[in-house]
């Protein structure tokens, strides 16, 4: 896109955006509408046509998460699947390592969890390995299948399972994953300190048992909190731990014990995966994979003419134009995910694994937080952007997770006049007379936000946050960045960039509720640096004992939301639907969680993708 075309785009956002914020028509769909209007997903092409004649709103109700099969699937063949990306893919390739969702995508095809889980985010039996639980629930005692092998042929043993926390462990480990998940095992603070050499509470009983005991007994141990992916020893043993991530075994011949093995990489562009002959659920139906990178400006072209099969995501902002190709079948689910602009509070100490607040900071100041949350309009955005396939986010719990996410509560509302008075009785003033508030000790502000690159409107997007601070006097920068520079200036690696103040960011939130690892004291993925008592007290309670009381649990979780909504280190600004065209030649394909239903059962009922007409 030109940069023409670009501010164009930027200023009819604003417009559009500006005219529903002033408008006073309640016939626009709300969020109850869109969460309960229970249409069967088989009626609803008509009915989202004739919504979308009425107010041009979709609703993600209408949609099945789950690929119908219609034909008679081939024997082999291929499938192209889209990474949908406007930046290369990192290429951190094993889950002990990686950090970005592009490299999660690529993952999935070659390696997985040990354990599955269901539609309720609990584990199951049915996964890779099997689990028992003492009777105080302390202790977990996993058994691996017997036919469970590395894509080498070697066996995946309890060994391996036990050398991932090894490593993770490790002082020199240089990944995200180290935190309150680990330090709840028996031994590991001893380990990571250096004054153990093994961790005490992991005990192999044989080649194909581990077992774990943990400190805390809490609900989250069945729904997410433990490490379920092995590293495999016979390959990285002899490695320097501070080395394994850059390796040529992470980044250019990745194993695992999935469906499919990685035959070629081509650098940040494309993968090509052959089946494993050997899987442990039987053997995949099709011959292979070919994973490539399409930029989301041209993934509509790549679906109609069937370059591509299968995409990682979809721009929802694009649905609408493309909702009759008829080519595909549209899946989507609510997500696990939200969107957020984030305040830097503070650093990472990489030396203690914490966060450490810095009061001085920019936007320190809970006000100016509160301010900049009631400026921006996320159901006008929601709307007429995306279609109503996101809307309005209200809390840090989406209601992916409906037992948690506090629906009662509003979060802070839109209310620009709100803002600009909360900003002057906080003593920010324009005192210069450039249209532009100083600090209340009458200093110059200038706050630096940054953004990621993407689809066609992601700068405009960006463009209209900083409008709406603009308009109740906060002199706001943009800064757009591509994915991996985005990421590694918010703190990825734990170096901090000292000159950015706010940015949006996302998330995808796993399969357990506790949101510790986002914004626990020790999450490096705690990007804000906040850190507090009150938050310390009620991330502790939401996976104590006393948590196994569900409704005990919901109260902790309301808390928590509501303490966020005070303190405000982020403010979410919309949760998302995911919606995932499927080219109509493919079978046995679904999204989500807890389906049943595994990538080595795809297949394909013609040797070519099917093309729009």
Request: contains cysteine.
């Amino acid at each position: 896109m030109t940069k023409a075309m670009k501010g164009v785009l930027t200023a009819m956002l604003i417009l559009l955006l500006t005219l529903a914020a002033c408008s006073s028509d309640d016939s626009a769909t709300t969020d109850d509408e869109v969460d309960d209007s229970g249409q069967d997903a088989e009626n609803a092409g008509d009915d989202e046509e004739e919504e979308a004649e009425d107010d041009g709103l979709f609703s993600i109700d209408d949609f099945s998460n789950m690929k119908a099969s219609e034909g008679d699937a081939l024997e082999g063949g291929t499938i192209t699947f889209g990474l949908v990306s406007d930046t290369a893919f990192e290429g951190t390739l094993n889950y002990n390592f990686y950090s970005g969702n592009p490299d999660a995508q690529i993952l999935q095809w070659f390696d997985e969890s040990f354990l599955t889980w269901d539609e309720n985010y609990v584990y199951t039996q049915d996964g890779a390995a099997t689990y028992e639980t003492s009777e105080d629930g302390s202790v977990f005692t996993f058994t691996i299948r017997d036919n469970v092998n590395w894509h080498d042929g070697e066996p995946v043993t309890a060994e391996d399972w036990l050398f991932a926390h090894e490593v993770i462990g490790h002082p020199d480990y240089d990944g995200p994953r180290y935190g309150s998940d680990f330090t709840n095992i028996v031994g590991m603070d001893e380990y990571h300190n250096g004054e153990a050499d093994t961790i005490s509470g992991i005990t192999i009983l044989n080649d194909k048992q581990l077992q774990i005991e943990f400190i805390n007994v809490t609900p989250s141990l069945v729904t997410g909190s433990i490490w379920t992916y092995p590293l495999a020893k016979h390959i990285f043993g002899d490695m320097e731990v501070a080395d394994m991530s850059s390796s040529p075994e992470v980044r250019e011949h990745p194993t695992g014990f999935g469906p499919f093995k990685v035959e070629t990489i081509v650098p940040g562009e494309s993968v090509t995966y052959v089946k494993n002959e050997d899987y442990w659920r039987g053997e995949p139906n099709l011959d292979g994979v070919i994973l490539k990178v399409v930029n989301p400006n041209t993934v509509v072209q790549e679906l109609q003419t069937g370059g591509v099969d299968l995409v990682s995501s979809f721009p929802v902002d694009q649905f609408p134009d493309n909702a009759e190709m008829s080519n595909v079948e549209w899946l989507g689910i609510v997500d696990r995910a939200y969107t957020y602009i984030g305040f830097k509070l503070g650093s990472w100490d990489g030396e203690k694994g914490e966060v450490v607040p810095d009061p001085d900071k920019k936007v320190a100041d809970v006000n100016l937080r509160k301010a900049m949350w009631h400026a921006v309009d996320n159901t006008a955005v929601a709307e007429r952007f995306y279609h109503g396939l996101r809307w309005n986010a209200t809390t840090l719990i989406p209601p992916s997770h409906p037992e948690f996410h506090d629906e009662t509560n509003p979060g802070i509302t839109f209310d620009p006049e709100q803002a600009k008075q909360i900003l002057d009785e906080a003593g920010y003033e324009d005192v210069t007379g450039d249209g532009f508030r100083e600090t209340p000790e009458g200093e110059e502000l200038v706050i630096n936000f940054a953004s990621m690159t993407g689809g066609d409107i992601a700068e405009p997007l960006a463009r209209y946050y900083v409008q709406s601070w603009n308009n109740i006097g906060l002199n706001v920068e943009l800064d757009m960045l591509e994915f991996n520079t985005f990421y590694d200036r918010v703190g990825q690696n734990g170096d901090d960039d000292p000159t950015l103040d706010v940015y949006m960011g996302a998330w995808s939130v796993g399969i357990d509720v506790d949101p510790t690892g986002l914004y626990g004291r020790n999450a490096l993925f705690n990007f804000p640096r906040y850190a507090s008592e009150e938050n310390d007290r009620l991330l502790a309670e939401g996976v104590s004992e006393a948590a196994f009381d569900l409704e005990y649990r919901k109260e902790i979780y309301q808390q928590w939301q509501q303490l966020m909504v005070e303190e405000i280190p982020v403010f979410p600004t919309l949760y998302r639907s995911e919606v995932v065209p499927v080219n109509n030649r493919v079978q046995n394909y679904a999204i989500g969680d807890g389906t049943g239903v595994y990538l080595y059962e795809l297949a394909v009922t013609s040797d070519q993708p099917l093309v729009a007409e």
